[in-house]
């Protein structure tokens, strides 16, 4: 049977009396308690791999009676990566699909280690909420600490590079979060008292001695030896009631001869009900704290929810910059190849007189400025592949991945033909799924359930209580009381005969006997004449309810701005991708004319280098438009609400840390260039194309 669910009805007895303090208001502590939760389905190791900690349990008495007494000490952080790094090294290169790139970041990444403990920090809340306490508040930003991708949004350029910033309670994903509530907190609204039962007591002893200075003390020197042992019991309920139970116990021996009884055994007890009428009447006003604890931690998911998508938003942005970087310098290397080419025939056609000496020092010209062009690729890519190192691991001093080269095997696929969903269907769907809006509902949730309680507050403090109680006297009679045969009413003296000694057993049941009884009932009342600080907290908490109704409205309407912007920027880019292809057919095409035209004596080495600079121009600007295209349909996503959703990412998995089901990007290709022995992707399904959902 449960230590803290035991029921039996002990027996007033001296016997039985301990166990009816401690067993009875054990048992009266169940009725604070919150019925349990139903149990969770079982799930298998291999869906649950890593086990998910809930801090908003209690620990037990059982097994271990110290436990809630006990800290409880977390494990450090680990600072290590996951295996799966290690599983895409290939001969010192780190081989990466954009699949692979997401999986890692929710493994690894920091950002999204960091904002996973706010889950556990929410539990801890509704944990302290259930107790009667007011909660501390769970933060709700968006920890932006991985430099090397911008997050997209109405008015944020997607991919903007490196550098970020932590995002406090006001910034992305906020909602109605981002404004004030100072009348939301535990100072406003009706005391709670603790839903936590407490048990306290006194065990003492006391030696006194003290030189009298009264013809009727009988001694010169009055000596008292006192033990006491009091208990006492409290707990508050959810309706507004407040028990307390007290049982005092006092043992006294003294050798004044006006004390009938030394040892004198004296007991009292007193139960009492207090119950609000008017203020704090009510569960509403005394489970606020549980209720919005609950709703800060459906927020924590949420808030989790919007990290993940932030996250992986940005991975994908530097994985498209890395992949550009990637592409560019390939470009510039074919570049630089050519110019060396052509200034080898170049002086071999001056040496034979058939060109000028000034073609060489032309030819040398292309041919540093292509080395320069080149120089500037490698850097860049050398520093997307150490940003996106940086963004998939927990630490870089690992020297094989520290000094790893990062290969990007997906490539970008524009898809034939670009379906586009009408726009009010996509705002409608982002009404429904944007993390802004769930938060911010959330929010004005709990923002009434403050407005309830401040609302309370307002009322008159009117208690109704009542209390039943006794006390009970035994002992032995004291050898100091002179003995008198026989009896008399004239003298200070007991009858020969004695007074029948009482024990400690009688005493207490003299408690329960209605021998002294103590009982009465009555009314406390307590009116502020003027309650002026209630009314003007009362109605500033109606103002922010409103002002975050008015805010909830205008992150509806920034929405459905972003979901028609990201749309244009689909279509724009899309545009941008044909021209710049359209440029680079035209470019080859001339720089095929060119040569050719070269060869029959009927152009210069100039007129081939220029074309050959032109098609390398085109084959950049081309490889940028792409990686443009690829992050509005990112941002696209982003901004209706379904990028988890359509990239197959499971929250349970970042929640975890390890990824059990590789996510699945739509409209990725493998590099055709990639090595045979690279980590093979899955294949990619095209028809989750965001704009068709």
């Not at 009805?9 to 939760?37: D, K, M, V, W, Y």
């Not at 407040?242 to 006092?250: D, M, R």
């Not at 009900?273 to 203020?279: A, P």
Request: net charge neutral; aromatic share 6%; charged share 15%.
């Amino acid at each position: 049977m449960p230590f803290a669910c035991l029921t039996r009805t002990p027996r007033p007895t001296a016997a039985l009396l301990f166990r009816t303090l401690i067993f009875g208001t054990l048992s009266i502590a169940c009725l604070g308690q919150e019925p349990p939760a139903a149990p969770t389905p079982q799930t298998t190791p291999e869906m649950r791999p890593v086990p998910a900690l809930n801090y908003a349990k209690p620990v037990s008495h059982f097994p271990n009676p110290i436990g809630p007494y006990t800290a409880r000490h977390l494990a450090a952080p680990s600072f290590s990566n996951t295996p799966r790094i290690d599983q895409l090294m290939r001969d010192g290169k780190l081989y990466l699909s954009l699949n692979d790139a997401i999986a890692l970041a929710l493994e690894n990444n920091l950002d999204i280690a960091i904002a996973r403990y706010n889950l556990n920090i929410a539990d801890t809340d509704v944990l302290r909420a259930r107790s009667g306490a007011s909660i501390l508040g769970v933060p709700l930003g968006v920890v932006q600490n991985t430099p090397g991708g911008g997050v997209g949004g109405l008015g944020a350029q997607v991919g903007s590079g490196s550098g970020g910033t932590t995002l406090g309670s006001g910034g992305i994903g906020a909602g109605t979060n981002g404004l004030v509530s100072s009348t939301g907190g535990g100072g406003f609204g009706p005391q709670i008292t603790s839903f936590d039962p407490v048990l306290t007591g006194t065990l003492q002893e006391d030696k006194n001695t003290t030189k009298s200075n009264s013809l009727f003390s009988g001694v010169p020197f009055t000596d008292q030896n006192t033990y006491t042992a009091n208990f006492a019991y409290q707990q508050g309920f959810h309706w507004g009631t407040n028990l307390s139970v007290g049982f005092n116990n006092t043992h006294t021996v003294t050798n004044s001869t006006f004390s009938t009884f030394s040892p004198d055994v004296g007991s009292n007890f007193q139960f009492k009900l207090t119950q609000h009428l008017l203020q704090g009447l009510g569960s509403a006003a005394n489970t606020r704290f549980i209720r919005i604890a609950k709703n800060n931690r459906e927020l924590s998911d949420v808030a989790f929810r919007l990290q993940i998508i932030t996250s992986v938003d940005q991975i994908e942005n530097m994985y498209w910059d890395l992949v550009f970087a990637y592409e560019n310098l390939r470009v510039k290397q074919e570049s630089l190849t050519f110019s060396q080419k052509t200034l080898s025939d170049t002086k071999k056609q001056v040496e034979i007189g058939s060109l000028a000496p000034i073609e060489v020092v032309r030819a040398q010209s292309t041919v540093a400025t292509d080395q320069q062009s080149l120089t500037v690729a490698l850097t860049n890519l050398q520093l997307q592949q150490l940003l996106m190192k940086n963004a998939l691991s927990r630490t870089l001093h690992d020297p094989a991945l520290a000094g790893a080269e990062v290969i990007p095997i997906s490539t970008m696929q524009v898809p034939e033909q670009e379906s586009v969903v009408p726009t009010e269907d996509l705002v409608n769907d982002a009404l429904r799924h944007r993390v802004e809006l769930v938060e911010s509902r959330i929010d004005l949730n709990s923002r009434e359930l403050s407005n309830q309680a401040v609302r309370s507050s307002l009322l008159p403090t009117l208690d109704l209580f009542a209390y039943y109680g006794g006390s009970g006297l035994g002992g032995d009679v004291s050898p100091a009381v002179p003995r008198c045969n026989p009896p008399t009413i004239t003298t200070f003296c007991v009858p020969a005969g004695g007074i029948p000694r009482v024990s400690y057993g009688g005493t207490v049941h003299q408690l329960f006997n209605s021998t002294a009884p103590d009982k009465g009932v009555g009314l406390t009342l307590n009116i502020p004449l003027r309650n002026r600080a209630a009314e003007a907290v009362q109605i500033r908490s109606e103002l922010e309810f409103r002002q975050a109704q008015m805010r909830l409205q205008q992150i509806e309407n920034q929405i459905s701005i972003e979901v028609r912007n990201a749309q244009f920027s689909v279509e724009q880019n899309r545009a941008s991708v044909a021209s710049a292809q359209a440029s680079v057919d035209f470019a080859r095409q001339s720089l095929d004319a060119e040569q050719k035209k070269y060869q029959f004596g009927t152009s210069t080495t100039t007129a081939v280098l220029q074309n050959r600079s032109a098609l390398a121009t085109s084959e950049s600007t081309l490889m940028s438009a792409m990686a443009a295209y690829e992050k509005s349909r990112i941002e696209l996503d982003r901004a209706v609400g379904v990028l988890l959703d359509h990239h197959g990412i499971s929250i349970d998995d970042a929640a975890r840390g390890q990824v059990t089901r590789l996510p699945n990007v739509p409209y990725l290709a493998p590099r055709k260039d990639a090595p045979a022995d690279a980590p093979a992707q899955p294949p990619s399904s095209s028809a989750a194309q965001p704009q068709q959902q």
